[in-house]
């Protein structure tokens, strides 16, 4: 079947502009990770969506980030006002959700330029 | 929070040889350790990981430890050919019957096989 899916792959903004980032989770995965991986570190853990509601969103850097999630599925991740340091590949992933230990799985992410 | 130190940064074997990497977390709650690896340019993806209640796990030529007391996990990669070259990361989870919080991540291991 078919994985995680983020749109777009690729986006270059100029600095000061809003963006808007896509994840479509695996089909009856009812968890949700967003994560940022900066230019040779690791990934750093930003916001987790159970089905519609978000019980962590402590790793989200400043109140310019903000994510939703409708429908249990598909999720936006918006940064407003983007500064040059947002540059970073934002990867979701997502997982069944219940019961324990479960993988998660990561789409291709989307390599974010603020010029 | 959690934070999760991995060491090294860099691992440098010759093909055939074994090669380990070495994490600890912080947080005694956390009881899921999984480990991603990431070749350039793609996804990371889920190679193997041990939950707390056990202290040990193979698959193939990987293997992973994990010793609750000390807060330290390793992954052993034995036998390693050249598919093997990748940046590794190690990470640690609070996982409950309702699904798992964010993982906290490692910075990465840079895997190098020599010919």
């Known amino acids: 079947g078919a994985g995680v899916s983020q749109s777009p792959s690729n986006k270059v903004t100029e600095k000061g502009k809003d963006v808007e980032l896509r994840c479509d989770p695996i089909?009856?995965?009812?968890?949700l990770y967003w994560y940022r991986q900066s230019l040779g570190q690791g990934l750093e853990f930003l916001i987790y969506?159970?089905?519609?509601?978000?019980?962590?969103k402590s790793g989200l850097p400043s109140d310019r980030f903000s994510a939703e999630r409708t429908g249990g599925s598909v999720s936006t991740l918006t940064i407003q006002r983007t500064q040059q340091e947002d540059s970073a590949v934002y990867l979701c992933?997502?997982?069944?959700?219940?019961?324990?230990?479960?993988?998660?799985?990561f789409g291709p992410g989307t390599r974010l330029t603020v010029l | 929070g959690e934070n999760v130190e991995q060491h090294p940064s860099t691992l440098s074997v010759q093909e055939g040889d074994s090669a380990v990497i070495k994490c600890t977390y912080s947080?005694?709650?956390?009881?899921?350790f999984p480990w991603y690896k990431q070749e350039l340019g793609k996804r990371p993806q889920l190679i193997i990981d041990?939950?707390?209640?056990?202290g040990e796990k193979k698959d193939q030529r990987i293997a992973v430890t994990l010793n609750k007391t000390a807060k330290h996990f390793s992954l052993h990669i034995t036998e390693t050919q050249p598919e093997d070259s990748a940046v590794y990361f190690c990470?640690?989870?609070?996982?409950?019957?309702?699904?798992?919080?964010?993982?906290?991540f490692g910075k990465g291991t840079h895997l190098i096989i020599q010919p």
């Open positions: 089909s009856g995965h009812t968890a």
């Open positions: 947080d005694s709650a956390s009881n899921y």
């Open positions: 990470a640690a989870s609070i996982s409950s019957g309702g699904g798992a919080d964010g993982l906290t």
């Open positions: 969506f159970q089905g519609n509601s978000a019980p962590d």
């Open positions: 041990i939950r707390s209640n056990v």
């Open positions: 992933a997502s997982s069944l959700g219940q019961g324990f230990y479960n993988e998660q799985f």
